[in-house]
């Protein structure tokens, strides 16, 4: 393929269509907040130390409050699904 034929095939239009498409897998802050709490606590367990819960929410790039806030939340929903 040219470059004008890519051009032509990838100009404006398929910009405007990837960027609606991209928009479209975005999430809100507090939305990838609540998922990455999700990820810390399927990991751990109700008696989890605050050192773990603690270490896994840094390496989930969330604080310690933000992985209590939505604890109740998961790890209703983790025994649900067992």
């Given amino acids: 393929m040219t470059d004008e034929e890519f051009e032509h095939h990838n100009g404006p239009l398929f910009d405007e269509l990837t960027e609606k498409m991209h928009s479209e897998f975005t999430i809100d802050e507090e939305t990838e907040k609540k998922y990455r709490a ?3 606590w ?3 367990g109700a008696d ?3 050192e773990e819960i ?4 840094i390496r989930y790039g969330i604080d310690y409050e933000t992985a209590m806030k939505w604890k109740d939340y998961w790890l209703n929903l983790k025994a649900e699904s067992l």
């Fill in 48 to 50: 989890a130390s605050k």
């Fill in 42 to 44: 399927t990991l751990l």
């Fill in 54 to 57: 603690e270490h896994w929410s």
């Fill in 38 to 40: 999700g990820s810390v």
